[in-house]
């Protein structure tokens, strides 16, 4: 099917869902009005402020009142007025509208924060105040203030693959640097926490039917109610199936997930308890052939729709891949990232007399990940892969061969033209799955007293904090040949004689190279920390926030070596698989990181807010759980010992100095802030068709980002209101130098003062909106501005700014009942994200060609939901 008739039957599809949902508004308000008449308008009054009150598209400006949960602890609540760092609340209604379809969305709201989420709906990245670490390495993934993951980065596990957004959610707190190093592990840059919906003193819920353009239906759920003898329940989750906004052939994105929380209060505290099963899977969305046009704009390469494109298809989706002992991997690319996660959640707080107060926080969880994509890793015309010294060889082994052909696996007869597709490209790419189950036990106590002296006063915790978690990790790939089209074809190399006869098959269905790479390897990590934190209340205007973290990890476990077997074919010839020799380490790091901060409100509309936080990020499991799978076999205690193989504790300093206004009318928070970040590892793969496999080049580096965050809100009138976020900095890389041989001689490479990669200077977000028809319509738009990055360390290739434009709209036809619009990416802007992390990210193999692999914004899409509170 081609793009247009897929687009096409999207528009059906998604115009009789609409007129489905038309249908059951008309008749869920009739049958309403019928049934409640004056009850319903008592409804009214109870629905409405939380539908047309709330953050983005409010009529009035933020509230600096709220309660901060994020970032701090005492026996007393704190406002955002009142908190000495930078943190950004999204609240419910302003999260419906914006309506991000995965985690990392969600955050393209927060100054500072420069997201990518065109991957698709998990396995997102986040760059924060300018660190460059990649997923969320640098940030960590809170539910209701416990960690989603002790490691939200670790290794093809990032957090928000193991995190679903849904209606349970009631807000979201986003704390950037400042104390969130000291009360979280793997939090140098900030912490994002989801808040849960808490049910309240009467029954109410949430219903919403969400239905897109894309072949998307999805149900939300949110049900809450007193039980009784002060026990509450809580009942939610969603369930949604679509074919993605890149379209494999098959469906993309399937499953959901559901939770249910019992809660009691009593007299001196309260007891939850929460059930998460989520089982879901999607589509994992990698680069495309995109190419840079003489009128200086990037598109899509000739036969291939960037917009909604992708190389992934149903040719590649399963294939039994031989393994080094003959066995086949069952590779299922319509796995897309799966998971099946069980989360079990126990908070307890109490009172214990004299001013003592205990919290404890327990999570268990068990998750089972499956991630599974085709990697684009070369992209070239089939002259330049003839050409290849590894393929010359391969068709000289064929007697009275004198050249190759390609020709496709569907249709052998059927040989690849100098201009197929209509750009005569194809790719080696690399089907790859990997298989990482968790079991993880996070436990978080707090003990918390406030002291009075003389008008002043300290909220002070003492804390514990102890993680563990077992993992094991199995990786498998192999290489195959494609076209250049969306949903791309198998090509098989045949070797032929000078009549153009083929003589021998090279390939096995299109398979390369089978085993280009294989991993085995299991480990645990056990984390303990103690933290100590005080809120100095020095009078009415001014306090001084200080907090310290000491924290161990102790990571043990093994690794298998890998080694080459020859099954006796060109594509078994190279297959890497076990050796049966273990590496086991089991070591230890430890670090102490502080922070210290003042606040002073010298005025009702207005204050001032300093902080220094030298903070860490201490080796993990993922420092091991791959490292010593390629050891020399005649050397594996060597390779255990060697002390320049000992992973590097990560060490930075933030800094950040803020002023933050309020009245009726407007707010604004600006924020300077200051990150110097140590030992920041890279690992840059390049591919090489000789081997069939991707080397790996360390790096290390520090870097040194100064920059301003912008957040501000103006309702110059009740009908009309305007956000906006910005962020402007410099960031740098510091000490990034190496020496590698070319042809043998030595050349130093010298990326000091190269702009940071992906992270860019400028980007900046605004959001009008109006609110008409006595606040029951609203209409917004926002537009967001990303400034020019770059692939490499070596800033040899360039990611052009780009922006993206994007709609909603809420319309409440009746009380409680309110139909959602939504336009994404309006403008179909292609927009690169990230370039060919596989060609390299110290010096892109990418540089100067004018076709490449490349990861643009999704296309445009259109959504439609109804949602019913009640």
Same mark, same amino acid.
């Given at each position: 099917?081609?793009?247009?008739?897929?687009?096409?039957?999207?528009?059906?599809?998604?115009?009789?869902?609409?007129?489905?949902?038309?249908?059951?508004?008309?008749?869920?308000?009739?049958?309403?009005?019928?049934?409640?008449?004056?009850?319903?308008?008592?409804?009214?009054?109870?629905?409405?402020?939380?539908?047309?009150?709330? &953050?983005?598209?409010?009529?009035?400006?933020?509230?600096?009142?709220?309660?901060?949960?994020?970032?701090?602890?005492?026996?007393?609540?704190?406002?955002?007025?009142?908190?000495?760092?930078?943190?950004?609340?999204?609240?419910?209604?302003?999260?419906?509208?914006?309506?991000?379809?995965?985690?990392?969305?969600?955050?393209?709201?927060?100054?500072?924060?420069?997201?990518?989420?065109?991957?698709?709906?998990?396995?997102?990245?986040?760059?924060?105040?300018?660190?460059?670490?990649?997923?969320?390495?640098?940030?960590?993934?809170?539910?209701?203030?416990?960690?989603?993951?002790?490691?939200?980065?670790?290794?093809?596990?990032?957090?928000?693959?193991?995190?679903?957004?849904?209606?349970?959610?009631?807000?979201?707190?986003?704390?950037?640097?400042?104390?969130?190093?000291?009360?979280?592990?793997?939090?140098?840059?900030?912490?994002?926490?989801?808040?849960?919906?808490?049910?309240?003193?009467?029954?109410?819920?949430?219903?919403?039917?969400?239905?897109?353009?894309?072949?998307?239906?999805?149900?939300?759920?949110?049900?809450?109610?007193?039980?009784?003898?002060?026990?509450?329940?809580?009942?939610?989750?969603?369930?949604?199936?679509?074919?993605?906004?890149?379209?494999?052939?098959?469906?993309?994105?399937?499953?959901?997930?559901?939770?249910?929380?019992?809660?009691?209060?009593?007299?001196?505290?309260?007891?939850?308890?929460?059930?998460?099963?989520?089982?879901?899977?999607?589509?994992?969305?990698?680069?495309?052939?995109?190419?840079?046009?003489?009128?200086?704009?990037?598109?899509?390469?000739?036969?291939?729709?960037?917009?909604?494109?992708?190389?992934?298809?149903?040719?590649?989706?399963?294939?039994?891949?031989?393994?080094?002992?003959?066995?086949?991997?069952?590779?299922?690319?319509?796995?897309?990232?799966?998971?099946?996660?069980?989360?079990?959640?126990?908070?307890?707080?109490?009172?214990?007399?004299?001013?003592?107060?205990?919290?404890?926080?327990?999570?268990?969880?068990?998750?089972?990940?499956?991630? $599974?994509?085709?990697?684009?890793?070369?992209?070239?015309?089939?002259?330049?892969?003839?050409?290849?010294?590894?393929?010359?060889?391969?068709?000289?082994?064929?007697?009275? !061969?004198?050249?190759?052909?390609?020709?496709?696996?569907?249709?052998?007869?059927?040989?690849?033209?100098?201009?197929?597709?209509?750009?005569?490209?194809?790719?080696?790419?690399?089907?790859? &799955?990997?298989?990482?189950?968790?079991?993880?036990?996070?436990?978080?106590?707090?003990?918390?007293?406030?002291?009075?002296?003389?008008?002043?006063?300290?909220?002070?915790?003492?804390?514990?904090?102890?993680?563990?978690?077992?993992?094991?990790?199995?990786?498998?790939?192999?290489?195959?040949?494609?076209?250049?089209?969306?949903?791309?074809?198998?090509?098989?190399?045949?070797?032929?004689?000078?009549?153009?006869?083929?003589?021998?098959?090279?390939?096995?269905?299109?398979?390369?190279?089978?085993?280009?790479?294989?991993?085995?390897?299991? &480990?645990?990590?056990?984390?303990?920390?103690?933290?100590?934190?005080?809120?100095?209340?020095? $009078?009415?205007?001014?306090?001084?926030?200080?907090?310290?973290?000491?924290?161990?990890?102790?990571?043990?476990?093994?690794?298998?070596?890998?080694?080459?077997?020859?099954?006796?074919?060109?594509?078994?010839?190279?297959?890497?698989?076990?050796?049966?020799?273990?590496?086991?380490?089991?070591?230890?790091?430890?670090?102490?990181?502080?922070?210290?901060?003042?606040?002073?409100?010298?005025?009702?509309?207005?204050? =001032?807010?300093?902080?220094?936080?030298?903070?860490?990020?201490?080796?993990?499991?993922?420092?091991?759980?791959?490292?010593?799978?390629?050891?020399?076999?005649?050397?594996?205690?060597?390779?255990?010992?060697?002390?320049?193989?000992?992973?590097?504790?990560?060490?930075?300093?933030?800094?950040?100095?803020?002023?933050?206004?309020?009245?009726?009318?407007?707010?604004?928070?600006?924020?300077?802030?200051?990150?110097?970040?140590?030992?920041?590892?890279?690992?840059?793969?390049?591919?090489?068709?000789?081997?069939?496999?991707?080397?790996?080049?360390?790096?290390?580096?520090?870097?040194?980002?100064?920059?301003?965050?912008?957040?501000?809100?103006?309702?110059?009138?009740?009908?009309?209101?305007?956000?906006?976020?910005?962020?402007?900095?410099?960031?740098?890389?510091?000490?990034?130098?190496?020496?590698?041989?070319?042809?043998?001689?030595?050349?130093?490479?010298?990326? =000091?003062?190269?702009?940071?990669?992906?992270?860019?200077?400028?980007?900046?977000?605004?959001?009008?909106?109006?609110?008409?028809?006595?606040?029951?319509?609203?209409?917004?738009?926002?537009?967001?501005?990303?400034?020019?990055?770059?692939?490499?360390?070596?800033?040899?290739?360039?990611?052009?700014?780009?922006?993206?434009?994007?709609?909603?709209?809420?319309?409440?036809?009746?009380?409680?009942?309110?139909?959602?619009?939504?336009?994404?990416?309006?403008?179909?802007?292609?927009?690169?994200?990230?370039?060919?992390?596989?060609?390299?990210?110290?010096?892109?193999?990418?540089?100067?060609? $004018?076709?490449?692999?490349?990861?643009?914004?999704?296309?445009?899409?259109?959504?439609? !939901?109804?949602?019913?509170?009640?």
């Amino acid at each position: 099917m081609t793009s247009r008739s897929r687009q096409l039957t999207r528009a059906i599809r998604f115009a009789l869902a609409a007129s489905l949902v038309c249908a059951g508004f008309s008749a869920t308000v009739s049958a309403q009005e019928a049934a409640s008449g004056a009850s319903g308008a008592a409804r009214a009054d109870a629905a409405t402020p939380a539908s047309a009150s709330d &953050g983005e598209g409010s009529a009035a400006a933020v509230d600096l009142d709220k309660v901060i949960v994020t970032g701090r602890s005492g026996t007393r609540q704190r406002s955002k007025a009142e908190t000495s760092y930078s943190i950004t609340a999204i609240e419910e209604e302003r999260l419906r509208l914006q309506a991000p379809t995965s985690v990392t969305e969600a955050m393209k709201s927060v100054p500072g924060f420069w997201v990518e989420a065109s991957g698709g709906e998990a396995s997102g990245n986040i760059r924060a105040r300018g660190i460059p670490v990649d997923g969320f390495g640098s940030v960590t993934l809170l539910e209701d203030g416990i960690p989603v993951q002790h490691d939200p980065a670790l290794g093809y596990l990032n957090g928000d693959q193991a995190f679903r957004l849904d209606e349970t959610v009631e807000r979201v707190e986003v704390v950037r640097g400042g104390p969130s190093s000291v009360f979280y592990s793997n939090a140098p840059a900030g912490a994002i926490n989801f808040i849960p919906r808490s049910v309240g003193d009467s029954a109410e819920g949430v219903a919403k039917l969400t239905v897109g353009d894309y072949g998307l239906t999805r149900y939300d759920l949110f049900f809450g109610t007193p039980l009784g003898g002060g026990w509450k329940l809580g009942l939610g989750g969603f369930w949604r199936s679509d074919d993605g906004l890149r379209d494999p052939g098959y469906p993309a994105n399937d499953g959901g997930q559901y939770r249910i929380n019992l809660s009691r209060a009593f007299e001196r505290g309260n007891f939850s308890f929460d059930y998460k099963r989520v089982d879901d899977k999607v589509a994992l969305y990698l680069g495309i052939p995109m190419r840079s046009y003489a009128d200086g704009k990037i598109r899509g390469v000739p036969g291939f729709d960037a917009h909604d494109g992708t190389l992934a298809g149903p040719q590649t989706r399963r294939l039994g891949m031989i393994q080094g002992d003959g066995s086949l991997y069952d590779f299922d690319n319509a796995l897309g990232t799966q998971v099946k996660r069980d989360q079990y959640t126990a908070k307890f707080d109490y009172d214990l007399g004299a001013g003592f107060q205990l919290a404890q926080s327990l999570r268990y969880s068990r998750t089972r990940t499956q991630r $599974n994509g085709v990697f684009p890793l070369t992209l070239q015309s089939d002259a330049k892969f003839y050409a290849d010294s590894a393929v010359k060889k391969l068709i000289a082994s064929v007697p009275g !061969a004198v050249g190759a052909q390609l020709r496709y696996v569907d249709a052998p007869e059927q040989a690849f033209a100098s201009n197929q597709n209509g750009n005569g490209l194809m790719t080696i790419s690399g089907l790859r &799955g990997v298989t990482m189950p968790v079991d993880e036990l996070i436990s978080d106590t707090r003990l918390m007293r406030r002291f009075d002296f003389g008008g002043q006063s300290h909220d002070v915790t003492l804390g514990y904090y102890y993680a563990r978690f077992d993992q094991d990790f199995d990786r498998y790939s192999s290489n195959v040949l494609t076209d250049v089209r969306d949903n791309a074809r198998l090509l098989d190399l045949v070797a032929v004689d000078a009549a153009g006869r083929p003589l021998r098959t090279l390939t096995d269905k299109g398979v390369y190279r089978y085993g280009y790479e294989w991993e085995n390897a299991s &480990g645990r990590s056990t984390t303990q920390a103690l933290y100590l934190s005080d809120e100095w209340q020095v $009078n009415d205007k001014l306090r001084i926030d200080a907090g310290v973290r000491w924290e161990q990890v102790k990571v043990e476990g093994w690794t298998e070596v890998r080694k080459q077997v020859n099954l006796g074919t060109a594509a078994t010839s190279q297959i890497l698989t076990g050796s049966g020799s273990f590496v086991s380490y089991d070591q230890k790091f430890d670090k102490i990181g502080w922070t210290v901060g003042a606040n002073w409100q010298f005025d009702p509309h207005q204050g =001032v807010f300093a902080r220094w936080t030298p903070a860490f990020r201490l080796p993990s499991l993922s420092s091991y759980i791959t490292k010593y799978s390629n050891c020399d076999l005649a050397k594996l205690a060597a390779c255990a010992n060697d002390p320049n193989g000992r992973p590097v504790t990560q060490t930075m300093d933030l800094g950040e100095i803020g002023y933050k206004f309020s009245n009726e009318q407007f707010d604004l928070f600006a924020t300077l802030f200051y990150t110097k970040y140590d030992n920041v590892g890279f690992s840059n793969y390049v591919f090489d068709l000789g081997s069939g496999a991707s080397t790996v080049q360390q790096g290390f580096a520090d870097t040194k980002t100064t920059g301003l965050e912008l957040e501000g809100f103006w309702t110059p009138v009740r009908w009309f209101d305007l956000q906006a976020t910005a962020t402007i900095q410099d960031p740098k890389y510091k000490g990034l130098r190496y020496t590698e041989l070319v042809n043998g001689a030595p050349v130093l490479r010298d990326f =000091v003062d190269n702009q940071l990669i992906r992270v860019p200077k400028n980007s900046f977000r605004v959001v009008p909106g109006l609110n008409l028809l006595d606040e029951r319509l609203r209409l917004q738009v926002s537009y967001e501005h990303e400034g020019e990055r770059f692939v490499d360390t070596a800033n040899s290739v360039k990611l052009p700014s780009y922006y993206v434009i994007n709609a909603s709209a809420r319309y409440e036809f009746a009380p409680g009942l309110s139909l959602y619009l939504y336009a994404d990416n309006l403008t179909n802007s292609l927009g690169l994200t990230e370039g060919n992390p596989r060609a390299g990210e110290l010096q892109s193999a990418d540089a100067g060609n $004018n076709t490449f692999i490349a990861r643009p914004l999704l296309g445009r899409g259109y959504r439609a !939901a109804l949602m019913y509170r009640f």
